[in-house]
């Protein structure tokens, strides 16, 4: 319970369970979620949920790699994988091509696509990503060490193309199906990505298609990021 936080020390203990995460290999960290998931009781269902956290926030490689390995297995699903697939942005520690194209590669995936809220939080988090660290120079720059692994920027033309053709197939089918919901949350993704590109794909619809003007409003505002 939160009123109860600074009595036990929540958060100290949960940077030392972060740290400790952060230390482990793949191969370690699948046999220590094979005994943490192992619930029995409330303690254990708490524990499990720590670590599971403590899995997106360490930002690691190996953490990453399994995290997505359990959400593309179902063992993680729904709105709890979501909540942890959005703290990547703030937690990837280096958000390689690789990694970037991976979630790609789950939110197209046969199992994630049927989860909504969870494919939609998947494509705004690799908008997000992209623009973060391939994108936007200045922010890649600050955030990422560069000067050890030479400049994200470099490898924009690999990551791009793929990350945008995937948002504009998004959109023509939502728009397409009148999934009004869907195409906001798409629309906000191609803002996310914050690259020129995206008014090849957003321009067109400015002029018709038949958005209505609450849609191609939206479509405004989601360019502020240019």
Known sequence: KPIKMPSVDTISKLNILVSSVSKMSLQYLEQTTIQMSNVKNSVDRVA???????????GTGPAFNHLRNLISNGKIKGEEAAQLISTLPSSLRY????QILNLLSL???????NQEHLNSTILLTVARLTNKA?????????????????RFGSKISIVLPQVLDVLKNNLRDAIQNKDTPRVQVLIEALGN??????????????????????????????MNSL
Do not use: C
């Open 134 to 150: 391939y994108v936007d120079k200045s922010t890649a720059h600050r955030n990422y060490p560069e000067h050890m692994y030479g």
């Open 95 to 98: 958000p390689t091509v690789q």
């Open 48 to 58: 499990w949920r720590l670590y599971r956290d403590a899995l997106a926030l360490s």
């Open 107 to 113: 939110a197209t995936s046969d199992n994630i696509k």
């Open 193 to 222: 990505l914050g690259h020129p590109a995206i008014l090849d794909v957003l321009v067109p619809y400015l002029k018709g298609y038949g958005l209505s003007k609450f849609l191609r409003m939206h479509i405004i505002n989601n």
